[in-house]
């Protein structure tokens, strides 16, 4: 299987930490990608970071990229309770379009 | 931005029964689109990738006389689920690259709540 892995499975913080997730994945890529998903919804985009970019910051999301290691960290800061949501990373594996998608952290933020 | 819209956002159907689900690129053009499904709590898994005018490809162990993907037009997809079972039920999403935005052109539908009883 293509798909990659994220951990922790689920994370519980209060509102105001931070939060960060990790995630492996297998293959070679040209970029990764990090998606959000609340309860039974669709997919919504939030930073895409290319195989030659090390870090990517998009207000208060910050990834990075360790293509040795074949890894990624999306760290949320001073989190809020609209926050609380799935956290999918998503590889293009060997440069398809296709994407696959890793195993996903529940993220859930605390008031 | 670029809208992908599915229909329906939920679906009950009786065991043995076909359901089609539709997915719309509203304000670009499509030629490739993709079908994912989730289980409850899971990661989403590639099911096909739908190519406009020509067949899917199927991902390995998705059975494609029982997913059928016809992508007629440049705007539209649809996944059929034949003789629908119990184990079939789960939740349905699609995507579509806007061409125009390239890598960052990945859009997704709401998805389908599919629920075979």
């Known amino acids: 299987s293509q798909q990659g892995e994220e951990d922790p499975q689920a994370l519980s913080i209060q509102e105001g930490e931070n939060a960060t997730m990790n995630c492996s994945y297998k293959t070679s890529i040209n970029n990764l990608q990090w998606y959000r998903q609340n309860s039974g919804r669709g997919l919504v985009h939030l930073i895409l970071?290319?195989?030659?970019?090390r870090e990517k910051h998009s207000g208060r999301l910050r990834v990075t990229l360790d293509t040795s290691k074949k890894s990624s960290s999306l760290l949320i800061t001073a989190s809020r309770a609209a926050d609380t949501a799935s956290y999918f990373c998503a590889t293009d594996a060997n440069g398809a379009n296709n994407l696959f998608f890793g195993t996903g952290t529940r993220l859930t933020v605390i008031p | 931005g670029a809208v992908v819209s599915q229909h329906p956002s939920w679906v009950i159907c009786k065991s043995g029964t076909s359901v089609k689900i539709e997915c719309r690129s509203l304000?670009?053009?499509?030629?490739?689109m993709f079908w994912y499904r989730q289980f409850p709590k899971q990661s989403l898994m590639l099911m096909a990738t739908?190519?406009?005018?020509?067949?899917?490809?199927?991902e390995q162990g998705v059975e494609k006389d029982k997913f059928l993907i016809n992508h007629a037009s440049l705007t539209l997809s649809t996944l059929t689920v034949t003789s629908a079972h119990p184990e079939d039920s789960s939740f349905y999403i699609c995507?579509?690259?806007?061409?125009?935005?390239?890598?960052?052109?990945?859009?997704f539908g709401s998805g389908t709540r599919l629920t075979v009883v």
């Open positions: 995507s579509a690259i806007d061409p125009d935005r390239g890598i960052y052109g990945y859009t």
């Open positions: 304000d670009f053009q499509a030629t490739t």
């Open positions: 970071i290319r195989s030659n970019e």
């Open positions: 739908s190519n406009e005018g020509s067949k899917a490809t199927y």
